[in-house]
């Protein structure tokens, strides 16, 4: 099934802090931060931990520079990896990529504030809007990016089933304030 997209004009983005005890970390090629990639993506985002897939969805991912787009969030007592995103710019398009958490992290604020952390990035370097592509299920996620000013993606194409798929969500969603599509 065809991913849902959403899009965000350029605004001020709200500032998110990372909860206590969190830090962010940006990939520097390390063997572990490869297999921790994989981990967090694994079944929500990636059918399995093969290392092809951070090859195709991070090192040939198209204007992707992983030593300057990917980064994580750590936990600092521990050092473990609990998610990341990568910021990627094209041209004027800002994309928000491969965004995973561990599930026991999930709840705590980190998704709000890596998100946030992701598009000052993508402002600093210029984009003047912002996309990203989601699964229907990822329901915690998508909340997370309307909350952020991401709005629905409406395909003009009458075969599309998406604005019923979009409206299901939202229904699912209970998402309290007035949702307005943007026509792609």
């Not at 998704?111 to 402002?123: D, F, K, N, T, V």
């Not at 996620?141 to 194409?157: H, M, N, R, S, W």
Request: hydrophobic share 40%.
């Amino acid at each position: 099934m065809k991913q849902l997209k959403m899009h965000r004009e350029c605004a001020p983005v709200k500032l998110r802090e990372l909860p206590r005890g969190y830090a962010y970390e940006p990939y520097c090629g390390q063997t572990e931060q490869v297999a921790d990639w994989l981990e967090l993506c694994f079944e929500a985002l990636i059918p399995t931990k093969e290392e092809k897939w951070f090859a195709d969805t991070i090192l040939h991912y198209p204007d992707l520079c992983p030593e300057r787009d990917l980064f994580f969030v750590v936990e600092q007592c521990t050092g473990r990896r609990v998610a990341t995103t990568a910021a990627v710019c094209h041209t004027d398009e800002g994309y928000i990529h491969m965004v995973a958490a561990s599930p026991d992290v999930r709840g705590k604020g980190i998704g709000h504030a890596m998100l946030s952390h992701a598009l000052r990035i993508l402002e600093a370097r210029g984009c003047t809007y912002y996309v990203l592509t989601t699964d229907d299920f990822r329901l915690p996620a998508i909340k997370t990016y309307l909350d952020a000013g991401f709005v629905p993606v409406i395909e003009q194409d009458p075969e599309s089933d998406v604005r019923a798929r979009w409206e299901e969500v939202l229904a699912q969603l209970r998402y309290p304030r007035q949702i307005r599509f943007k026509e792609n």
